[in-house]
């Protein structure tokens, strides 16, 4: 089975396919902007919003820092409310606990609430093998599992389909969808209340994810929309909630925070319409068995790096793919991996180092959007950059550098190498004259913009998707020598 | 050694052997003085039906928001002083069973509760399993829930009504709304599969 978190392929190669799909970035251009808009209107309502900011930084650095004692208190908590706890060293490990839990209860299907927890460890692809059929109960979800795709986003994993398009999808692939299905979105949305509602009813084993778990008191939190997360976690006999190490928050009282923040970053709404906390069984009131397992999956590794750390604070909002002009355009299936934009591109290649995820760093003009977005205050470009710092680099590009330092280490080895240069540009900057004349402007002797579009290998992977500029004309202190003699 | 001690090992070596202690600011606003236009606003916001009426009028607005209700659910401790007006069947949960999903799933059932606390600010109720909020299902699965808010009850933001539970262990739901989606083209669509229609009764001491 494939990683859900490493990327297949290159991130170059798999972007220039996806900018040629005209469609999706027309599917993409809508959703990003809307939603960025709703969350500015949204966020400037709160005159504090950099107060709980910073706090929310703070909270979620404090709890790392005693990650071993909240993690405790948490199995404490939880097991004396009458939940089960498990832990899970990586993907695989998570999935068969997962799996034994679902065998033992005695059942063969699973409802499922949106998590990216399931999504990272291939939980739905695990629990097929063994014999256990998971139907995701979000809608987008359910668009993306009918479409035997791959989200595209972590909160609104069918951004990349228009409402024609799942219209379609729902005629062709889910059962009892009325055969004169219009796309109005209300009548999509009722088709699949339709089709779930007989699932959830039926159901016996849920499995969630959470987004936060508080280790005070050993609860568990879930924040959704649509009410397939309460149906799955109140319905079933069994609960099975599969949860990242780095979610524990030291109190009830954190969640203050969280639960402004959260939602205005992620879909522009004051609230959501449902947040779910629950603290182990509940007699009468919800599930009776109540399962926790606690997932390492490249977590610790992250939290090694003293930079790259700050990654595990993301709480899955998504505001940074929002407003990141890279994932504007090429979407999610780009990064290859289930945490797609820029906290995917600094979050995947910290929890594998599997497949191309040494590409990802590179998705990103380092603008700062995600940072200035971030309600967690993620420091993506640091990290973006880190990672680029310490990540391998290509041979040709070790040895230029290393040229280049030696170079640069001195001063008159430099001027000579500044002059010939430009002696060895001269032909280059003809070429790039003419090039311009015919273009119809002009560039003036040692103007800045004066650029060549094309050099030989290997200097064209430069200039495969870019101009490289020509050497300038004098430097300063050549400048000063000519003009008034050497002081 | 089980999954349990090699993950907890692991986080002591990554952290290293003194890690940093982080002071947590919490220089955001956490009081207020509760607004209940405000809270009226946001619902309304969210497509909710709101109702306000002063403390001798609520039995009446009940009975006007069950209209077109055809069997009434109600949890446990729900006032009878509430239900005065209303003359439709009435059945409440557990009493003299705990209600099926079945009972609660049948066309034209309403669900009427009260909530533990609400906030202005966002347009949220929460319930907390309170005597006359019942379990969770109970406000799931019906198609249309109604509830009633003492203006009392409501706090000004997120941290206030944290604030007020008594008991953060208690099973708690916050709504905010109607069940809605955004997930197609981020259009929101209420009603999916929550209840469709929320109405929210907000009580005043002085009428509205």
């Keep these: ?487 | 050694m089980g999954a349990r001690e090699v993950i907890l090992d692991r986080i002591r070596a990554a952290l290293g052997p003194s890690p940093i202690r982080v002071e947590v600011p919490r220089e955001y606003r956490t009081g207020g003085v509760p607004d209940v236009d405000l809270f009226v606003d946001r619902l309304v916001d969210y497509r909710a039906a709101v109702r306000r009426c002063g403390p001798n009028d609520l039995a009446a607005a009940v009975a006007e928001a069950l209209a077109d209700t055809r069997v009434l659910a109600v949890p446990p401790g729900l006032p009878g002083e509430w239900l005065t007006a209303y003359h439709g069947e009435v059945v409440r949960d557990g009493d003299p069973r705990p209600l099926s999903v079945a009972d609660l799933d049948a066309p034209g059932v309403t669900a009427l509760t009260g909530c533990a606390v609400a906030i202005a600010e966002t347009g949220t109720l929460v319930l907390d399993a309170g005597p006359d909020q019942g379990r969770r299902v109970l406000t799931l699965v019906p198609d249309h829930h109604v509830c009633v808010v003492h203006a009392g009850q409501i706090a000004a933001g997120v941290p206030d009504a944290l604030a007020r539970l008594a008991d953060p262990t208690r099973p708690l739901t916050f709504v905010s709304g109607p069940s809605a989606t955004s997930d197609i083209e981020l259009d929101r669509v209420e009603g999916v599969h929550g209840p469709r229609r929320l109405e929210v009764i907000v009580v005043e001491p002085s009428g509205p």
């Design chain 1, 1 to 487: 089975m494939s990683n859900p978190i490493a990327a297949p392929r290159p991130f170059p190669a798999a972007a220039h396919d996806k900018l040629a799909d005209r469609q999706l970035r027309a599917n993409l251009h809508r959703a990003t902007h809307t939603i960025r808009d709703k969350r500015l209107r949204v966020v400037a309502e709160l005159p504090d919003w950099q107060r709980l900011r910073e706090a929310a930084s703070a909270l979620k650095a404090d709890a790392k820092s005693r990650l071993p004692e909240l993690l405790t208190q948490f199995e404490a908590a939880a097991t004396a409310a009458g939940a089960t706890v498990h832990w899970a060293r990586d993907a695989a490990e998570a999935c068969a606990v997962v799996a034994d839990l679902v065998r033992s209860a005695g059942a063969t299907e699973v409802v499922k609430v949106k998590s990216m927890a399931t999504q990272e460890i291939g939980l739905n692809e695990a629990l097929e093998a063994a014999g256990i059929a998971a139907t995701e109960t979000d809608l987008a979800e359910l668009i993306v599992q009918l479409a035997e795709d791959t989200p595209s986003h972590i909160l609104v994993p069918a951004i990349h389909y228009n409402r024609t398009q799942i219209r379609d999808l729902f005629r062709t692939r889910m059962a009892g969808a009325p055969a004169d299905l219009t796309d109005d979105p209300p009548a999509l949305a009722e088709a699949a209340r339709r089709h779930l509602r007989a699932k959830f009813l039926s159901a016996t084993v849920g499995i969630s994810g959470a987004n936060f778990a508080v280790a005070e008191t050993g609860s568990l939190v879930v924040v959704e929309s649509e009410g397939n997360g309460r149906m799955c976690l109140t319905l079933p006999q069994t609960l099975i909630s599969v949860v990242g190490i780095e979610k524990v928050v030291p109190t009830f009282r954190d969640l203050e925070v969280f639960l402004q923040l959260l939602p205005r970053s992620s879909t522009g709404e004051r609230m959501n319409p449902y947040t779910s906390i629950w603290t182990g069984v509940t007699p009468g009131d919800g599930p009776e068995n109540v399962h926790i397992v606690l997932v390492d999956n490249g977590r610790t590794t992250t939290l090694a790096d003293p930079v790259g750390r700050q990654a595990l604070h993301c709480i899955r909002c998504s505001a940074c793919l929002n407003v990141c002009p890279v994932y504007e355009r090429v979407g999610g299936h780009a990064y290859g991996s289930v945490y797609p934009g820029p906290i995917g591109a600094i979050l995947s290649p910290q929890l594998t180092g599997e497949g191309f995820n040494r590409t990802l760093p590179y998705a990103s003009t380092l603008c700062g959007a995600c940072y200035d977005a971030c309600p967690v205050r993620i420091n993506i470009p640091e990290v973006l950059v880190h990672l680029r710092q310490t990540g391998p680099h290509p041979r040709a590009e070790r040895a230029g550098m290393r040229a280049m330092s030696w170079l640069m280490s001195d001063r008159r080895r430099y001027a000579a190498a500044l002059r010939a240069a430009r002696r060895g540009a001269a032909p280059l900057r003809l070429v790039a004259r003419r090039a311009a004349k015919r273009r119809g402007s002009v560039p003036s002797e040692g103007d800045q913009r004066e650029t060549v579009r094309r050099l030989p290998w290997p200097l064209s992977a430069w200039t495969a998707s870019r101009d490289a500029p020509l050497p300038a004309g004098p430097t300063f202190r050549e400048w000063w020598e000519k003009e008034h003699g050497r002081s």
